[in-house]
RNA sequence: CGGGGUGUGGCGCAGUUGGUAGCGCGCGGCGUUUGGGACGCUGAGGUCGGAGGUUCGAGUCCUCUCACCCCGACCA
């Protein structure tokens, strides 16, 4: 491609409200252009990186014997309300009526259309295993679309799905899946991580997430370096002290005036935060009120909280709420509430004679016990796991990071194919539905992960495997017609004869620098200049991106030599990121 | 949806007590330049997000509205 053609031009600076780095330097190099919040356009440069990661996904998913189709964006309703997502979903499903009235939805994942198909392309054991995937859009109507790429509303993302006859051969397709996963994301250079992760609005059994390092990831994880134990902050825990074996006291009122927080009332009367119990109030989607208590030096996990009253959503209660139940915002107890279910977490439970609230404006409780003074619905863990507290496992400190998840893969379970009634027959000729697993990769979310993780102060470092060019060729002619731009003409004739990608910067206009601005913004990984000054002793330049110094090779020897350089920076990549040769 | 912020040529910005819109970059032309974002001359490009209002007069003040960004509840 020459760059004096290239559709989509380069930027000295990025529009002001673009904050994310990866969003800065795919805008600034001319390879994505917003269109509307959360909604992009991807020109031919970002496109290339795009195509390439969707090239790694394909052939590490056809490697685990997946099979490439496609599936339409636009569904019927019906199929949506076979499955009972087209309720439980909310907002973020675009929704739209056809000319005949009939309700339509916008494609957000593909379980219903697989398990559609399976009611009639699959009828026998003998048809399993299989897996299936497709690349296609994807439109969710996200809350809020944020951080560039990395969260948008419409994307394109790799969905596969497998389909086993039982539990057993689901956890082979999981782990085929896993491995694929690991390989795609190395080839594309990325630092991860896998850890266990909530199943959310996919239903199932299990799901893992493949999280990326990035101090401008969305997510929380926890990880434990020296048991391996990770796991997302959603559904992370820790290991609890032992329980305190303490006598009962009796119940006190005492007066704590201008405490309505647990630092507040802690330092009132001189106690430490975990000899306090703090109450969060919330508003079910359902409408029921969910009291959750939880020892003042904790917080409350809002997702281990939602699974544990199945409930899809929650809010925090306003003030008038919290009083109608008879507690008191600031001051509130789970003692004497009604019309509430009160969720209590462990530590409470383990942790006699509490400090809680005594339901009016600055009063607490003393000595406030779990089954003597108040009864729960639930006990359970609803306790978030924050950095530095001890792992599950080895009790070791973890340490909290800050990722952004690139892929997920579920354990579905039959939740689909039953629903749809996608069944297969046993050798015994007995009726079984199909057990099947989901999983996911945003190709673009890959894309702007790669340039959160792989830049410098001068633009983007690609991996070689997903660069849009494997060569920046640079001329510094004069005219268009001279020998040096004849001398590059030349080379970048040669170097796509021979296979090499090069984006050539053919620009007489532009000067030197301008042009090695680019050259490093863009990103690809190695850089070649033909100038008249080396030309003058039959040599041309080569310089890697991530390379301080070039070298000088023979205008004669260049294609071998540019080969043999991008050979030697692809397998550092491999070598970098674990990869056999 | 709650909270905060921004809308002025393609991009980055300025615009005073309300007085008829400007700078840098970029873009076109001509010339001089050419190894790390060159220089001169010249030219094009703006219903100041939109609507309504106040006023002799609105980019500026008021009301409404739209869009976008950031922080919170969701996810590839």
Redo the contacts with the bound molecule.
Sequence with gaps: MRMSHLFG????????????IS?QLMV?AGMVR?L????FSLLPLGWRVVRKVEQVIREEMDAIGGQEMLMPVVHPADIWKESGRFYSV?P?MARFKDRNDRDMVLAM?HEEVVADLCRTEINSYRQLPQIVYHLQT?F?D????????????E?T?K?SYSLDADEAGLDVSYQLHWKAYDRIFRRCGLKFIVVG??V???GGSA?H??MAFSP?G??TILICSSCNYAANQ?VATFRREPPVSEPQQPLEEVATPNTPTIEALAEFLGIPKSRTAKAVFYRAGSGRFIFAVIRGDLEVN??KL?KIVQE????PATAEEIRGIGAEPGYGSPVGVKEATIVVDESVRDTPNLVAGANKPGYHLKNVNLGRDYQADFVADIASAEDGFPCPNCGEPMRAERAI????I?KLGTRYSESLGARYLDAEGKEHPIVMG?Y???S???AATIVEQRHDE??ILWPYEVAPFHVSLVS????STDETAQAADRLYADLQAAGVEVLYDDR??????????????IGNPL?V???????KQGQ??L?GRSESE?TLVPLADAVSAIQAKLAAIAAADRAAAGLEA
């Design positions: 031009r380069t930027l000295r600076e990025a529009p002001g409200d673009v904050e994310l969003h600034r917003p509307g919040a959360g909604i909310g973020e994942t994807k969710r996200e809350p809020r679309a944020r951080g560039g790429l990395i969260r948008v509303r994307f993302m969905d992760a909530d959310g609005m996919m799901s997430e493949f401008n969305e997510d959603e809002e997702t939602r899809g959503t929650l809010i998840e690139v892929g997920n579920f989901s996911g990769i945003g673009g979310r890959v001068r633009g510094l002619a004069k005219e007489v206009d532009q000067s030197a620098g301008v042009k090695f601005a680019d050259a490093d913004l850089r200049t033909v100038s008249p000054r080396t030309l041309v330049e310089k070039a």
